[in-house]
């Protein structure tokens, strides 16, 4: 296993197009994650998946984002009619999450979008 | 709602010396998780050390150690013999066993030679 992958790795497109991003989470990990970071800052939360189920959307996020994590393997998460704002990088992490214990958080490199 | 603090936007200190990185959280939950990870510049996310609330040792892992206060809701990061490689942005997070973590906002750590 390779850990996280996150494809594309940057993403460069213009105001109002969509936009998809792909995560592949260590293969064993029931929880995946899905932050977004700006520059100097830290991971703000976006949304998370246990299983395929999706546990909880911040709701400082737009109706534009979507996630899915079809049968519980990948995820993807879609923007749609891109703002500028938007311009950030999106970091994908899975974890094994069990109901006693520290459950480490294993990130992917991140998908770096600059809207034009 | 649980929320992380990490007071101190950017530290230096000299390669060799110790440094401390300060977080304190809130929350209203008894049991807990508490990390620290490391983003060296332009490179991904890695853990560096944590801590389970109902343990009352402080974690150790190589040079780096923990400072676990629950009472005070503090969580601060001693890095000891710093070394260049340490240069990075470290998060303190927060994790219980039924929610997401949430991490804080950051201190960007530099390593002087």
């Known amino acids: 296993d390779t850990g996280v992958s996150q494809d594309p790795r940057h993403k460069i497109t213009k105001r109002g197009q969509n936009v998809t991003f792909r995560c592949d989470p260590i293969s064993e990990h029931n929880r995946l994650y899905w932050y977004r970071q700006t520059l100097g800052q830290g991971p703000e939360f976006l949304t998370y998946?246990?299983?395929?189920?999706?546990?909880?959307k911040s709701r400082l996020l737009s109706d534009r984002f979507s996630a899915e994590r079809p049968k519980g393997s990948f995820s993807t998460l879609e923007i749609q009619r891109t703002e500028q704002g938007d311009s950030a990088m999106y970091l994908c992490a899975s974890s094994s999450h069990r109901d006693r214990g520290a459950t480490e958080a294993f990130f992917g490199q991140g998908t770096r979008l600059t809207v034009v | 709602a649980q929320t992380v603090t990490q007071s101190q936007p950017e530290m230096s200190v000299q390669e060799a010396e110790t440094v401390t990185l300060s977080c304190t959280y809130d929350t209203s939950e008894s049991n807990y998780y508490l990390f620290w990870y490391k983003q060296p510049p332009s490179r991904q996310m890695i853990l560096v050390i944590r801590?389970?609330?109902?343990?009352?040792q402080n974690a150790t892992e190589n040079r780096f150690s923990v400072n676990f206060q629950k009472a005070a809701k503090s969580f601060s990061l001693k890095i000891s013999d710093s070394q260049l490689g340490d240069t990075a942005m470290y998060f303190c997070?927060?994790?219980?066993?039924?929610?997401?973590?949430?991490f804080g906002p950051g201190t960007s750590l530099s390593v002087i030679p």
């Open positions: 998946f246990q299983n395929e189920a999706q546990l909880e």
């Open positions: 801590q389970e609330a109902y343990k009352q």
């Open positions: 997070a927060f994790e219980t066993s039924y929610d997401k973590v949430i």
